[in-house]
């Protein structure tokens, strides 16, 4: 552990000093470095060689949210990586999803991982869910310089809400603005074809089973149209990530769970190209 | 005018006056059982926690001054949580934690004039019971690499013995709560503690992710129902 303290070998200072409980304002005092937001900005705009992640969407459904995310990284015209994650645990009640520059984005998630854990074993409660994305605003908004050199980070953030027993999700913009969306949502490059088809999916009743069956079906409309966005791959049997957060917790749903929701909606898509139809009226 | 007083007085006295403090609060108990790590705490308090979670696998328990440990308790989750964070998760240890606490109390042992009236654990439950780590601290920044259980506070001599009497390896977490709470009791002549006077958590190896859990009030009464209390 580097020391920050004249007498060594004892807890620095600032380890014990008890001004804070968020992580990432001890952080920004013991190696600011380590902030994303603190870096000097590169001189010139970033090009497309740096990774990006595309799509993800949520679904709220009674008692709980799911979130999904495709598997595609991209860079320019190549895809980066096939099996990329970018849904995770934030922490016992919310997940965190990112798109936009991976890099970024993942250092981003992680450091909001540690922030509410820090918080809860400081102050032996979690943070209420708007605390928790009124949090995350603010590190968004930490990487607004980054975002205008072109390497903007967007998350979604999702948690069970237990004062309401129900799902909640936040959007946000590249510049910290937080927006709280009603019944789903879908962001990054695919987002508006994942959109259109998470509307004419959507119902307020949904099972948790369904809602993950929602989300894989707009995600593979955003693949259908979205050359960033990656469909499930069947022959490398890479499937989306797809987590359900309900009273119960976070759970992330199993391989094989997902493989037979995937198989299902490619199954169905020989014969229906464009997926399930909505009734006209 | 300053009066000479020889290092091993000047030593002895700072001792002495962290072990009454020590002596004046009620025990703690740690105890090795099949599914992991057992913390039983005889602390009525719902909000003033003798036990807590540092990280994944690791947690802490202590007795004494209550303001004096919670530094040090606060000190330990910067210092696993950004580590951590730099490195990763698998690289906080107990025995890393263990270390810092040791260099902090034996720092403010002897170069301040008021030692630190606190006893530590340190433990960390591993893959298997064999691997299981526990540490405890003195005042005076002693490590002892412990086995099977552990017992600090106010009785800890009465509790230590009462523990030696009843324990057992790979006990169940009934069992080793009984045993805990039978231990407890050794602190006073006639004493029941009941759930609501206990505090009791545990890192169990069959969780994840974060393997510390504190049980609440009505777990802890329906465990020592069904010891026959």
């Keep these: 552990m580097a020391s920050h303290d004249a007498k060594a070998g004892r807890l620095p200072g600032l380890f014990v000093n008890p001004d804070t409980s968020s992580f990432t304002e001890f952080l920004g005092a013991y190696s600011p470095e380590l902030l994303p937001g603190r870096r000097p900005l590169p001189a010139v705009s970033a090009g497309e060689e740096i990774p990006h992640g595309t799509t993800i969407v949520a679904v709220v459904f009674p008692g709980g949210v799911v979130m999904a995310g495709d598997r595609r990284a991209t860079a320019g015209n190549v895809i980066a990586q096939r099996d990329i994650e970018k849904v995770f645990r934030a922490d016992e009640f919310s997940a965190i999803a990112i798109a936009g520059t991976a890099g970024i984005g993942i250092e981003m998630m992680r450091l909001f991982q540690v922030e509410l854990e820090h918080y809860e074993k400081r102050e032996g409660r979690t943070l209420s869910i708007e605390g928790k994305a009124n949090r995350l605003a603010t590190m968004v908004r930490q990487n607004l310089g980054m975002a205008m050199q072109g390497l903007a980070v967007v998350p979604l953030f999702a948690g069970y809400d237990e004062d309401r027993d129900a799902g909640r999700i936040f959007s946000y913009d590249p510049a910290g603005g937080r927006y709280e969306e009603r019944d789903f949502h879908s962001i990054g490059s695919g987002s508006v074809f994942a959109r259109g088809a998470l509307k004419k999916l959507f119902r307020p009743d949904l099972s948790a089973e369904d809602a993950a069956l929602v989300c894989v079906q707009a995600l593979y409309d955003a693949a259908d149209d979205d050359s960033a966005t990656g469909g499930p791959d069947l022959t490398r049997g890479i499937f989306p990530v797809v987590a359900s957060v309900t009273a119960e917790g976070y759970r992330r749903l199993g391989e094989d769970e997902v493989g037979a929701l995937a198989r299902a909606v490619v199954e169905e898509r020989y014969d229906s190209p464009g997926g399930p139809t909505a009734p006209l009226r | ?229």
């Design chain 2, 1 to 229: 005018m300053p009066f000479y007083v020889s290092p091993e007085q000047q030593m002895k006295d700072k001792a002495d006056y962290a072990r009454k403090g020590i002596s004046r609060g009620r025990s703690v108990v740690v105890l090795q059982y099949a599914d992991g790590i057992l913390f039983v705490a005889d602390n009525p308090s719902r909000a003033l926690h003798k036990i807590s979670e540092i990280y994944d696998r690791i947690a802490f328990a202590a007795v004494g001054k209550y303001n004096e440990f919670e530094n040090l308790r606060l000190g330990g989750v910067r210092y696993a949580d950004i580590n951590g964070y730099q490195y990763d998760r698998r690289d906080v240890t107990a025995r890393g934690l263990a270390n810092v606490y040791a260099q902090s109390l034996g720092t403010i042992f002897t170069e301040t004039n008021k030692p630190y009236e606190v006893e530590l654990v340190v433990a960390e439950v591993g893959e298997t019971a064999e691997t299981d780590q526990i540490y405890r601290l003195t005042f005076d920044g002693s490590v002892a690499d412990e086995h099977g259980y552990v017992a600090m506070g106010g009785q800890a001599d009465a509790v230590a013995q009462a523990l030696k009497e009843r324990y057992v390896e790979g006990a169940s977490l009934v069992e080793a709560l009984r045993t805990a709470v039978r231990s407890l009791e050794a602190q006073d002549n006639d004493r029941h503690l009941e759930a609501k006077s206990l505090e009791v958590a545990v890192l169990d190896r069959n969780r994840e992710h974060r393997l510390f859990k504190r049980l609440p009030a009505a777990r802890i009464e329906a465990l020592l129902a069904e010891a026959g209390d």
